[in-house]
């Protein structure tokens, strides 16, 4: 079992939905999580950056994580057709290197 | 303002060919990664070097070799490369390891 689970989708909403991104984890030690954008034929690049209690915001984007349950969210309001891409969570994986999830394809259809 | 950058962006290579694959940063990171990317499987970690002088492999190290060459340049060698090589490759570097990550815009490499 990888340690962080992510839905690959693809996941299509309408413009202007409110968009849910999750990610499953299992070692309760993680101290904080990431979520990257990857958009088609380009390279990652770093969207949010939680801890591992309670909420971040930052504009339309919201990062949660639930203790828990082992889950972490990505809530996207008022989606937009830019938002279309690859969604991944991270985690750093001893100190050394992040680890990602699988990434989960978002399609926001005008 | 180039941050990290890969060459070449594009390679086709036949079955027991070598080829090396280049990056460099400008932001003075301590911490350097190669990660390859194929469907459905995410990314993956091939080595890293936490360190200028060092570098230790990661998840599928196998058919790679790494050099860091200094602080600014960490080159992947495929020695005798593999369809199974076939994938995009991306560098990517950080202040320390673990933490945020800047990546390069990849190199989509096809062997046949």
């Known amino acids: 079992q990888k340690e962080v689970e992510q839905d690959p989708g693809p996941l299509s909403v309408p413009e202007g939905a409110i968009v849910s991104l999750n990610c499953t984890y299992s070692n309760s030690a993680f101290q904080y999580f990431m979520w990257y954008r990857q958009y088609s034929r380009k390279g990652p690049e770093l969207l949010m950056y939680?801890?591992?209690?309670g909420n971040k915001e930052d504009g339309r984007f919201t990062a949660q994580v639930d203790k828990s349950s082992k889950y972490i969210s990505l809530f996207i309001r008022d989606s937009q057709p830019s938002d279309s891409a690859t969604y991944l969570c991270a985690y750093p994986n001893s100190g050394y290197a992040l680890n990602f999830g699988k990434g989960t394809s978002l399609l926001v259809t005008p | 303002n180039a941050g990290v950058t890969q060459t070449p962006k594009f390679q086709v290579l036949k079955t027991g060919q070598s080829m090396t694959l280049q990056c460099a940063q400008d932001m003075n990171h301590n911490s350097m990664y190669w990660y390859r990317q194929d469907p459905g499987m995410g990314l993956r970690l091939i080595y890293y070097s936490a360190s200028e002088g060092t570098t230790d492999k990661g998840e599928v190290p196998n058919g790679y070799n790494v050099s860091r060459l200094n602080k600014r340049e960490f080159s992947l060698r495929l020695e005798s490369a593999a369809p199974s090589q076939t994938s995009v490759y991306f560098c990517?570097?950080?202040?320390?390891?673990?933490?945020?990550?800047?990546f390069g815009q990849g190199t989509r490499l096809t062997v046949v």
């Open positions: 990517a570097s950080s202040v320390n390891g673990g933490t945020e990550a800047f």
């Open positions: 939680t801890y591992s209690s």
